[in-house]
Structure formats: structure tokens, C-alpha cells
């Protein structure tokens, strides 16, 4: 099979330049601060919209606009790739976070709304880059690939292959038949709730750069704060951290279902099997998590409700804030906050790990395989919403949990080979194949991942592309099944 190559740099050319006019919307708080870190930014700015309008006019000519489903794939993990590379160039040339690799991981992790950096003294960065810092996460959030379908119809190509490839979970359920309608009502969901969380912050007491800054970063399930401390910065503001774990929830919740809320549809919301199971998790963890702090700790109940809560609503949706160690409290919480890393929130959220529908159907089938013993002749499928699931897709959430935990498996013996120690490298390939941030060990939630060696740091970044687009997407590149010409 021949690609269509002028298609792929076409698109490839059209994330640059919005990606370099994103990059342009930091200017403003760089020349409010006083700061001379607008220099690299515009820099960057203009070199990555030149080589993106380079790339497409290079191509204007291609009059084949079909994308296959193999050109989505290449599109789609090429195009983060990009993304992160043209993105760590206001880190470089500002001179703020020395050395490419370090800037690479920092926007990686950014654009995959993990969370883990290398920044130390994260409030002395220029606040023009701490604007690009949170907004990476914020266009990583519901996944610029998802904004530019949006607009393909004005350039005459149709973007049903690259939803399914970027959209996260194994469930796509449609807003409206036709895919670019869908995305621009995702992304109008985004954005109201993001102005929403940002307003409410600044009436809790945020100033607006603060609060803008942890909006996005919330909504993206990023979890980039402007505190060194992160949200424990505000541990005498009550208001802004159930604010913030509000607005968490929110973001781990399937977004086709939070669009059914503003349409008054709340009884697709009550039967949703994933979202019950979502609830009564978060609910049952905090309260477990709140009774562990309180007994080892000197918290007040409220206190210890409101870091039980946060802290199991922040792991669960992969946002990766805290507001204090949770690997402190007691070996309990950090084994129960460990398991959680492979959890995950809601498919169709923009949080990251392996996602509760999948975890739900595994279990099903796990429980039901049992009656097939018993009853070998008996057709007994899973159920799902009260739906049968197909086999096809019970085979692919089974292999795709199996091949996440190989990679777990993998990606920690390499992590120790790279010299971290035992819970340190399960720690860090955990916290980065989920998109969480934080981990445990010395990339615990008080620590960072500024001492990771070089090559741990690449490692890591592939982990995290690996784990925002759910494997398949990118691990079919390495098959040579899909560069065949059959």
C-alpha cells in the first residue's frame, strides 16, 4: 500500500502553524511582567508557523485529500512528535530550562497532560512561559488533533480517521453524525468549563494568572501548577481545593456525557454503568483515604477529608495534583494510590491510564468465563449499558491491558538499568505510561524528575506518548503489517 505522504506533511504543516500561533498567545503575559523571555517565544513562535506554512504550501498542489485509516495513524503520533518538538523551542531559546532533552520532556509532558517536570524552582520561570507550560496542557487536552478536524471541512478533507486514532477509550459514542460536529462540540464543552473554573477561582480568592493557569491545567488532567507546592500552595483556601477537585471530576468524566448533562439528559448520566462505577469508586476511596489520614495524622476531619478526597480524585483522574505526600500518610495509602495508577477515569475524559470501561469489561468477562466452565455450551456474552459487547472488542481491551503491563513491566527494569531504585522506576514508568506526574519513590509527589539521567528522560517521553494515545496508535507503527504493501 502507498501512503500519501503529501496528505501526512499537509496536515503535519497545519499543527505547526497552529501550534506556533498558540505559542504567540503567551506574548501578552511576558510584556505584563516585564519579562524578556518574549523574545524566544516570538522566536519560536514565527519559526514554527514558517515551517508549518512552508510544509503546506509545499503541498497545495496534492489533489488526493483522502485519509486512510493507515495515514491517520502515522498523522496522529507523528504530529504529537512535532508538536513537542516545535514546543520545547521557547524553553531553548528563552534559555529557561537548559539542555533540549530536559525542554522535550518538559513539553511532552505537557501535550500528554502527565504532569511530571524537571522544572526545580518552578515559581521563578518567566509567567510568559508558565502561560505556555499550562497551555500545552490544555491543547494537549482534548487533543489538538480533535480541534483541527474540527475545521478540515474548509479544506476539503474528511477526518473520521483521525477522531477514532485520537479520541481517548475504546468507546467513541457520537454527538452528532457527522465527526466534525462532534469535535467542535467537545471542544465548546472544554471551553465553558475551563472560563467556568477559571471564574470561580478568581472569585475563591486566585489572581488571574493563577487561575487561568490551573483551569487549564485541570480540565486538561495535566495537573502543571505555578506553585512549587502545587496545590498545597492554598491549603488554608479550602474553597479553591474543592473547587479544583470539582472541576477534576468533571474532566474525568466521559465528555458525551457531560454534554448530555447540558442538554437536561440526566438519565443517560444515572444508567451509565462507567460512570456509576466511576462515582461510587471516588466516593468509597475518600472516604477510606480520609479515615487512613485522620488516624496517622494530627489533620483536623476536615482536613482529612478534603486531601482524602482530593488526592484520590486527582490519581483517579490522572490530573496529578497534591495538596500533601501521600506516600507519608501510610504504606496503605501509597500502595492503594499506586494501584490507582493504572486505573484511570472515564473513556471519552481527557484523563489518562487504562480507563474504568475497560477495567469494568475485563472484570465481567473475567466473572462470567467462570459459567462458561460450569456451562461450556451456554452463549453468555457481556453486557455493558444493558448492550452486548462484541467479542472483537472484549479481545481488544484484554490485549490491551496485557500489553500495558508488559510495557509496565519492561519500562521499570529499563528505568532501573537507567539507575533509579526499585519503587523510584516502578514509580516513574507508572506515573508516565498513566499520565499522572507524580509518582512514588524519589519521583514522589514532593520530589520531581529533574534527576532522571538523559536516556531515563527520553524513555519516559516515549512512555508518555505511548500512554496519551492508548498504545495501539503508536505501537502499530513498529508492526510490519501496517507498512505492507498488501
Known amino acids: 500500500m502507498k501512503f500519501n505522504y503529501q496528505i501526512i506533511l499537509s496536515f503535519l504543516g497545519l499543527l505547526l502553524v497552529l501550534n506556533g500561533a498558540f505559542m504567540l498567545l503567551s506574548l501578552p503575559f511576558s510584556f505584563y511582567y516585564e519579562e524578556q523571555s518574549w523574545v524566544g517565544i516570538l522566536i519560536s513562535g514565527l519559526i514554527t508557523i514558517t515551517v508549518g506554512v512552508v510544509a503546506r504550501l509545499s503541498t497545495r498542489k496534492n489533489k488526493n485529500k483522502d485519509i486512510k485509516k493507515r495515514e491517520g495513524y502515522l498523522i496522529v503520533t507523528l504530529g504529537w512528535l512535532c508538536m513537542a518538538l516545535f514546543g520545547a523551542l521557547p524553553y531553548v531559546l528563552s534559555g529557561s530550562i537548559p539542555g533540549f532533552t530536559n525542554a522535550f520532556f518538559e513539553t511532552m509532558s505537557g501535550y500528554t497532560t502527565t504532569g511530571a517536570t524537571i522544572i526545580i524552582d518552578i515559581e521563578a520561570m518567566p509567567k510568559g512561559l508558565l502561560f505556555w507550560r499550562s497551555l500545552t496542557h490544555w491543547i494537549g487536552g482534548m487533543g489538538i488533533i480533535v480541534l483541527t478536524v474540527a475545521i478540515l471541512p474548509l479544506l476539503g478533507i474528511g477526518g473520521m480517521q483521525l477522531f477514532v486514532a485520537e479520541a481517548p477509550g475504546p468507546t467513541h459514542d457520537k454527538l452528532h453524525p457527522r465527526i466534525t460536529e462532534t469535535a467542535k462540540r467537545l ?183 467462570i459459567k462458561r466452565q460450569i456451562h461450556p455450551s451456554a452463549v453468555i456474552p457481556v453486557r455493558f449499558n444493558k448492550r452486548a459487547v462484541s467479542q472483537s472488542i472484549s479481545y481488544n481491551i484484554s490485549a490491551f491491558i496485557l500489553i500495558y503491563i508488559i510495557i509496565f513491566f519492561l519500562g521499570s527494569l529499563v528505568m532501573s538499568l537507567a539507575g533509579l531504585d526499585f519503587n523510584s522506576s516502578l514509580g516513574a514508568v507508572a506515573a508516565t505510561l498513566g499520565n499522572i506526574g507524580p509518582g512514588i519513590g524519589s519521583v514522589g509527589p514532593v520530589n520531581n524528575f529533574a534527576h532522571i539521567s538523559l536516556f531515563g528522560q527520553w524513555f519516559l517521553s516515549f512512555l508518555m506518548l505511548l500512554g496519551r494515545l492508548e498504545l495501539f496508535t503508536v505501537l502499530i507503527l513498529f508492526s510490519p503489517y501496517f507498512w505492507s504493501k498488501s
Do not use: C
Open 187 to 369: 471542544w465548546l464543552i472544554y471551553v465553558i468549563l475551563t472560563v467556568a473554573e477559571l471564574v470561580l477561582l478568581m472569585l475563591a480568592g486566585m489572581n488571574f494568572f493563577d487561575a487561568i493557569n490551573h483551569a487549564m491545567a485541570t480540565m486538561a488532567t495535566g495537573g502543571f501548577s505555578t506553585k512549587n507546592l502545587s496545590v498545597a500552595y492554598y491549603n488554608d483556601s479550602p474553597v479553591i481545593q474543592y473547587i479544583i477537585v470539582f472541576f477534576m471530576f468533571l474532566a474525568g468524566t466521559n465528555f458525551t456525557l457531560t454534554y448530555f448533562g447540558f442538554k437536561g439528559k440526566f438519565s443517560k448520566i444515572i444508567n451509565n454503568e462507567e460512570f456509576k462505577t466511576y462515582l461510587f469508586l471516588v466516593l468509597l476511596l475518600s472516604v477510606i483515604t480520609s479515615i487512613v489520614i485522620f488516624v496517622n495524622t494530627d489533620n483536623s476531619l476536615e482536613k482529612a477529608f478534603r486531601d482524602g478526597i482530593f488526592q484520590v480524585v486527582s490519581i483517579v483522574t490522572t490530573t496529578g495534583f497534591v495538596t500533601a505526600d501521600y506516600t507519608g500518610w501510610a504504606e496503605f495509602t501509597t500502595i492503594l494510590f499506586f494501584i490507582l495508577f493504572f486505573t484511570g477515569a472515564s473513556a471519552g475524559s481527557t484523563s489518562g491510564g487504562i480507563k474504568i470501561v475497560r477495567l469494568l469489561i475485563l472484570v465481567k468477562n473475567s466473572i462470567l468465563e
